[in-house]
């Protein structure tokens, strides 16, 4: 089955058994089969140090297998009962400012401290022998968003000795974190402060490893976790990660898990100027991401059914989001939609929070809806296991990111990294292509078309691996800002792109930055190899390449290199490369993987697409399911060619705004 | 006589005789009968510990005796002297974050520490004993300005114990702060930590007990200070309190005093994008919280009689707002008209502030603006003891708004809540209306019409008052988010505004947060019970209302809503109720509240008045003031009606922008 | 010769000899001659405690010399070793809000510290006996960009004396600072603390005091490190000054050097909303203020040849700014261009700071450009020595800047200070005219005109030095805002400005602050003065004169002082005065000063130059050198009297944009 239910948290009401009886019934009104419980409920379990309590839970879990509702459950480390920091105060954080925290919210335990380690091993076992076998638990749902970062003594000492193991001595390292400038040589790995602003906040390759360190920590933690909970039970483990989250290279967790999951929080109606098409866009990104990990299908872990409460505006979701947003997430690649949260807390931080049930005891539009989408999700129960394969790769890494994103210069105000991102994924999804957003060390072999947009870091290898793709015939396409430093954030000597010149044809000379709002255009060569006829404006930062065997297709049309190449054509031994010097306009990146498209004989999954109807492929057990999603916000007729296949959901030839059709091929 | 003066500070030109004669030669010029003095003397009075030097004082206070001039006479704990935190640190505060403060600035004495208690006790008595029967002194004025917080251990202690004695136990409290979310659950009160942004700020009922703390504490600290002045002393009594300052909640502040006063520093001519009409509704709303505090004629303590120096811009008063500004107060209930200050400071922190002299010893337009309202007080001696008494209240309480705006969602970029209070304020007094604004404890008897405006907590009684009102014949005019939480900002179970879908005949469905900018517009149902016929715009937020035996008098006209009620009459028992669903523009209070005069043959103390143009009655010994003022910016023709009576101040029949009418009938 | 090079930090390549080896071959091709050395070297040259290991420095030195490139050799005090802080933590800052800081970063020692004294002082000498005499060595560097400041116990009690040596007690200085005012009287001087956030922030005179004391303690930090340099070599000093830092007053710096340096790094075509008129104009009165210092040569010791990295965007240099900027130094009396940096970091915070030479090894944009200035410079030479001798000087001041903006009042949001100051200058400029921006102690004897804009302090003796100054026949030029406060910040009693009401025959009666964006228009006095017959607009303070016996020559023409002067003129002795009572319109500067010109028979530069081509003139060894530059944008046609004299630099009688000619007369 889909997954359809979300996070849960009675214990809130643990006093009161109607709302539980009252809750049950509308999980079964709505076809409400799956929960998330147990994530926040380390204070009931464990009152006192070492005196457990497991009964509300395992009476919880009792009523649920009887009702037919499974569950995800939570190891509750995600938020400490206060007499544990009350105990320990070494589980409290230490802020990057070295201030110690005081107890309060959650997320926000030290991850080195072996007593909080000791103390979650002790509890997780614990759920897992009483637990880890019944009937109601399908997955251990391992913390719950794990992030932050601490800065304690502990944590010093646990990155000197992470530090002292990648390198071969402390010359090594400061040789390659180029600590000569600022004569900022250390003297040995204990005298190394992690990163601070009173203390140490310039030295990008101290912060770079920082970094990596919180995310080797993280893991770590978590791989204790996995371990505990496995003592006593096989089943399948996963932790949701959450939306563009760059404390955690997200990657590094990827090996410990069973299954990805995640959640999911876009701003539909408000975010990216009120513009659905480009909120759709970047949630598909961001599946796609997860989906990219393991090349198998992931969980919408959480999600909103109405308005949440933390961001901005607590705009309502329109008719329709919610179900085309859950849709969105199977088209994708999840096999489930589960929300956070079922019931609307009855105070706390989150009360108003958008749940599937409130607290007025009445029938709600959001109810109606949710039993809608309930049905739908039964239909696609052949999709389950199915996954997309796109003939498109687009790597996107996170350590590229914290380098590009942590140093000074070129373009301080912002290099809109994310919203280049997008209108590359934008312009291969226009034009009717699935997209896997991929780490720089995924397998290229699968794609035709494999695009490298502001990859600032290539590290070791990386360059030769592209090398390799274009000269066995792939089409390899690299923007600017790529290229330009090694893993410790030192520039690359010679020329750059590193390692890609011969590749491209040409070198990175010089990068502009231009004002918030100012543009250049561009011009398109005459007869050039991509049939480009218009003008596009382009923005925010501008290569001048030196180009040796490239050809031209679009010209800058003003300022000072007026005249000279911003996007290139490069025939490279079987392959082809193209490089776009400039952060173009969306229309670009449609035109150009279109021309791709037709000129290397690609099939896209739907042609001639309007802009915001997007088509999605799963392929498995001898079919293929297409999804087709209209967020343009008008009514769109369909041509017969696609609505070619067994329907499954949808009917008529009008796809209205926010409605799904799928298809059985 | 109408109090007229200000604050005094000569201790800065102790040494210069000439200063103080110069002062008294001027005040005698305007007409000034009264000064605040020693409100930042203690340095003066006690040079060191436990020696008192009060010969200055002394001098002043007989030196002021004889030239006719009044006293109020200050607590000096407003600002301590060095000795004092150099000798005991724990009178220093301590910041949310845990840091300790040092020396500085003022009002910054943590309010639980003992020793700080004893040195003001000793000093207030000391003063109360020496000058408690001069006959200078008609009032004391208690320490100035109190505000701020200390989350010191003293303070931690004292907020447990004051928990302590407000639950049954701490199973009380948790259940009652729904410390289950987030498995927050406390083991006894001791282990309660203040709210922190380095430890727990989002815990909403958390943080809405300590401010109800910290009010407590500072009260309690208050009526030390009064104890003392009054232990050889019984005249009046009062403190001043400032412009809409969330930081204490006032009306607990109300007891305890003989006598209101307050300090209002309106940016005229700047504040609301420069509309004049805003700014004298929102002082006058203020006059009339502080007004109906004690429903007697407060003073207004401080006012500025040219531009203060610590808002974002020094503009100049233009010809006539200095004595609008004070007539205002005059006309909302103020028996006196109080500047800060005097005299310019020589130098410090506030030597641009706006005064009365400055040290220029030339004339000024000030001393000539001066010499012109001195005259009009006199005249107005009569109205001295009257009161206004407004068929019209609205309730403003500040516990809900500290809850309301401490919750995350449903719009953290502004809820606008003193913007909407703002314009149903307008609205009444637009129609020809006084209005009382009062805390929800206040008797309602006297009112025909009363207005809830977003009063998002109701404390327990509420609901059930607010029916009465309606059921004995009242009309009760409820706006969006109202009735949502309990005074722990625990959401009420069931249909919502609480304990009003009777009287109201909707309940509250779904609330839509607008971007900033955006409106809906509605259309009036025709025939409508209210005649209105416009079509109005609305904005910030949007409930959707589901109604049940309520008449729609306005819709939705755009959105997924469009269609739905957001303005309802409702008939209920010998009432009638009034739901308004969103924040509607100015010009619908206006058409709101002239409709219901009209259609429940209410008098308006004038009738047909052009936008900025507001009339304010006050009535006592068998006589009533009427006061017609024009902040519109344009001359008004005023019609025969409203030039009835006998003509206290002004003449002719035009009403100039600024100037001020005042009849006796 | 011009210096013609800069800073240069070779310690990044110290394993990689062709990289040193490439330098100066692409040195010699670009024609540098000087490079600055040692910056940053600490670590090198004392990699432990008391162990020098000067032999790379020794070698690098060696080297330059047979290569014939001269060396600046810097004290290495801007950044220290991490080993000197992990053993004395003493030398570590403490903030304002009194945290004690860590290791990191650069330029953050306490200036206080005996340690850190002692440790400087020590391998100050070492540098200056190993190398004080080295042939290569022109010039000691000394320390790099001081600022900031420290509140450790040892700055506390260094302030404490400071202040003791400065007043006649305790109870002057509370007279003096005014300490009546909220009562902070201080008992003795070791009870004050330094201004902080967390305690107090709001005594103009403490923080005044406190930033003298910062000044002085750097100077006294300085002067050690000259005497330690000078101990072994007598070469002479500079330390490199920064653009308007306002965290010293570099007047106080002067006396110590034997010659002036400072590092310029404009925001070319970003800056002013990208108007390089007023980049232009901004550079050219720093210049001023720097050469005017000494009246002498100065030099240029950082710019950036390219893009920096650090401002919010990198944007590039167009075609020739990077010359037009070099030679603007020269033209206002730079004997050298020096850049921050001859080669681009491999890593680190700056890697990505322009810079003559990059990594890529290829011939980039940036060399040619410098191989062509290097041809100028070098047929500049002549130039060496001569010096600006203007008849304008317009009064700066670091002290007065201080007390006014750290005052609250009249316009928090802004005084507009710079820009205010820019359009003046730009005033004097456009009319064809040098001046000197200098210090209120400066010598005003060569000057026709003297400009006092906002100069809100009269420190003792001043208003008698203008007034003498005016009497002799001189043209004073005084605006708003000026002669406010005494040294103390205290407002000066009777008529303002201080002392100057005589001289401008009126006196300040009040001041209006206008909102972002108002303006009020001025209206010509029919037959006025100075024959000016626009209609210009004013903005941001608008005073009131009370006038005496001063002529309006502009009058408001809007708002409640409509018709009151706002120009006024004034015959005093022989002399003649101008009171400017706002800040005007850009033109309104230009006919103001071209009128006085006219008038008065000065002799400009050059007469009728377009907006943004500038004139300046050197003057020396019985030579004239004209300097015309063009930041206009535009193609410019020189009429034949402007091409007089032998040609230096240029030809044609065009002068292109960015473009430069140079003649001797």
Redesign the interface.
């Known amino acids: 089955m889909m997954l359809f239910g979300g996070d849960y948290?009675p214990?809130?009401w643990?006093?009161d058994k109607n709302v539980l009886d009252e809750d049950i019934r509308r999980f079964h009104e709505m076809g409400i089969n799956t929960v998330s419980v147990n994530i926040?409920?380390?204070?009931?379990l464990e009152?006192e140090e070492g005196r457990y309590d497991f009964s509300f839970l395992s009476s919880l879990l009792d009523r649920l297998y009887e009702e037919g509702i499974s569950v995800n459950l939570a190891t509750?480390s995600g938020?400490?009962?206060?007499?544990l920091s009350?105990k320990y105060p070494e589980v409290l954080r230490v802020?990057e400012?070295?201030?110690?925290?005081?107890?309060?919210?959650?997320h926000n335990h030290c991850y080195t401290s072996p007593v909080y380690r000791e103390k979650v091993r002790l509890i997780d076992e614990a759920l897992s022998k009483e637990f880890g076998h019944h009937k109601a638990v399908i997955a251990w749902h391992i913390s719950n968003e794990y992030g932050g970062e601490c800065h304690c003594p502990l944590c010093q000492e646990a990155f000197h000795r992470w530090l002292e193991g990648r390198y071969d001595s402390i010359s090594d390292l400061n040789?390659k974190?180029?600590?000569?400038?600022?004569?900022?040589?250390?003297?040995s790995f204990d005298?190394i402060?992690s990163p601070?602003s009173?203390?140490?906040?310039?030295?990008?390759?101290l912060s770079l490893e920082w970094k990596r360190f919180v995310t080797h920590q993280t893991v770590d933690f978590m791989n204790e976790e996995i371990k505990a909970v496995r003592k006593y039970s096989d089943l399948p483990v996963t932790t949701n990660m959450m939306y563009d989250y760059l404390g955690l290279d997200y990657q590094a967790f990827s090996d410990s898990l069973d299954f990805i999951s995640w959640d999911n929080y876009p701003a539909w109606g408000?975010g990216f100027d009120?513009d659905d098409v480009l909120v759709a866009a970047d949630n598909a990104m961001e599946h796609d991401y997860y989906r990219a990990m393991k090349d198998k299908p992931f969980i919408l872990m959480e999600s909103c059914p109405?308005?949440?409460?933390?961001?901005?505006?607590?705009?309502?979701k329109?008719?329709g989001v919610m179900e085309a947003a859950s849709l969105e997430a199977v088209a994708h690649g999840s096999d489930g939609v589960l929300f956070f949260q079922m019931r609307?807390?009855?105070?706390?931080?989150?009360?108003?929070?958008g749940a599937l049930l409130d607290?007025?005891?009445?029938e709600?539009?959001t109810i109606r809806e949710a039993r809608t989408l309930g049905n739908k999700l039964t239909a696609l129960k052949d999709v389950i296991g199915t996954v997309n394969k796109p003939v498109a790769g687009i790597i996107r890494d996170t350590e590229s990111r914290w380098a590009m994103e942590g140093?000074?210069?070129?373009?301080?105000?912002g290099l809109h990294y994310r919203d280049n991102l997008r209108r590359v994924y934008l312009g291969l999804r226009s034009s009717g292509l699935d997209a896997d957003v991929i780490g720089p060390e995924h397998d290229f072999s699968a794609y035709r078309i494999l695009v490298v947009p502001m990859l600032y870091m290539f590290r070791a290898g990386l360059a030769e691996r592209l090398e390799s793709f274009t000269a066995d015939g792939g089409i390899l396409v690299v923007t600017h800002w790529s290229g330009v430093?090694d893993e410790?954030?030192?520039?690359?000597?010679?020329?750059?792109p590193y390692g890609l010149s011969e590749v491209l044809g040409l070198?990175r000379?010089?990068?502009?930055?231009?004002?918030d709002g100012a543009e250049n255009v561009t011009i398109p060569v005459a007869g050039n190899g991509l049939g480009l006829r218009k003008n596009y404006t382009c923005s925010v930062l501008s290569e001048i390449p030196?180009v040796y065997s490239a050809e031209p297709i679009l010209l800058y049309g003003n300022?000072?290199y007026k005249g000279l190449p911003v996007v290139t054509e490069h025939d490279y031994k079987k392959g082809r490369s193209y490089y776009i010097a400039s952060m173009m306009e969306e229309d670009f990146y449609h035109d150009l993987f279109s021309s791709l498209i037709e000129k290397n004989g690609i099939e896209p999954i739907a042609k001639a697409l309007p802009r915001g109807v997007f088509a999605s492929e799963r392929i498995g057990n001898g079919k293929r399911y297409i999804f087709l999603q209209n967020f343009s916000g008008n009514d769109v007729l369909l041509s017969s060619s696609l609505l070619n296949g067994k329907r499954i959901i949808g009917d008529g030839d009008i796809l209205k705004p926010y409605d799904t059709f799928v298809f059985e091929r």
Chains 1, 2, 3 share one sequence.
């Open positions: 948290n214990e809130q643990i006093d926040f409920s380390w204070s009931f009152p509750p938020a400490r009962p206060k007499w009350d802020r400012d070295r201030t110690k925290m005081i107890f309060g919210e959650r040789r974190w180029n600590n000569a400038f600022w004569s900022h040589i250390y003297d005298s402060d601070s009173i203390g140490e906040s310039k030295n990008p390759a408000t009120g109405e308005a949440t409460n933390w961001q901005p505006l607590s705009h309502l329109r008719h609307h807390g009855r105070g706390g931080y989150e009360k108003f929070h607290s007025s005891g009445c709600t539009r140093s000074a210069g070129p373009r301080n105000k430093v410790y954030d030192s520039i690359y000597p010679g020329k750059t070198r000379a010089e990068i502009d930055a231009l004002q030196e300022d000072f």
